[in-house]
């Protein structure tokens, strides 16, 4: 069974550009989560879809983040326009019910200059 | 709001040696407990979880926990560590915020170096 992945591994961009990070998750996941790291910090959390909708967007930084998850399967995190404090390592997990383990894919590390 | 302190930013232990690493945290009810590891290039790896019951969890790679909920903490073990284990540590709990939203929350992990 193929796990969590994510794309691309590493983005670098500059400042007030807009990058895609893209996630699929295990199949017959409902569960997807976004996490971040930003250097020297704890991961935290970004937001929660359950199938399609958004459940829990409470740890979006501000409005340049979007996601989406077309038809409930992959979801895309859109950084519209980048800024230095973005750069960080972004993390997709997905569960199969919500209290289910998380399984992690293996991270985008974006950089923005 | 839940946290989880995990005090340790760094630790060094010779192979062969035990480890043990700490991890402590604030929640007002039970919480799921995990550890979860991640190797230079890799993504994070579930090394073990605690739900309920036994609160001696064995996990992957020779690694066990113990949850102590009058410590409020879930110490990683290993009795002898190899040289495959020099990775970064995570502590996590999960739990439920706002009613219906539930979350991870993560500590700031451990760096492990192995001396050979």
């Known amino acids: 069974e193929a796990g969590v992945t994510q794309f691309p591994s590493h983005s670098v961009i500059e400042k007030g550009q807009t990058v895609t990070l893209r996630c699929d998750p295990i199949?017959?996941?409902?569960?997807l989560y976004w996490y971040r790291r930003v250097m020297g910090k704890e991961i935290k959390f970004l937001l929660h879809?359950?199938?399609?909708?958004?459940?829990?967007e409470s740890g979006m930084p501000n409005n340049r983040f979007l996601a989406e998850r077309t038809g409930g399967t992959y979801s895309t995190l859109k950084v519209q326009p980048a800024e230095l404090e973005d750069s960080g390592v972004y993390f997709c997990?997905?569960?199969?019910?919500?209290?289910?383990?998380?399984?992690f894919g293996p991270g985008t590390r974006l950089t923005v200059l | 709001a839940q946290s989880v302190t995990q005090p340790d930013i760094h630790i060094t232990v010779s192979e062969g040696a035990s480890l043990e690493l700490r991890c402590n945290y604030s929640?007002?009810?039970?919480?799921?407990l995990f550890w979860y590891v991640q190797s230079p290039g890799q993504g994070l790896q579930l090394l073990l979880k605690?739900?309920?019951?036994?609160?001696l969890v064995q996990g992957i790679k020779g690694f066990e926990a113990e949850f102590k909920r009058s410590q409020s903490s879930f110490n990683l073990r290993k009795p002898s560590v190899h040289w495959s284990d020099a990775a970064e540590y995570f502590c996590?709990?999960?739990?439920?915020?706002?009613?219906?939203?539930?979350?991870?929350?993560f500590g700031k992990g451990t760096l492990l170096t192995v001396n050979p």
């Open positions: 996590a709990v999960g739990a439920w915020s706002g009613g219906s939203n539930y979350k991870l929350t």
């Open positions: 199949s017959g996941h409902d569960n």
């Open positions: 929640y007002g009810a039970t919480p799921y």
């Open positions: 879809f359950v199938k399609e909708s958004k459940q829990d």
């Open positions: 605690y739900f309920s019951g036994d609160t």
């Open positions: 997990a997905s569960s199969q019910d919500i209290t289910d383990t998380q399984y």
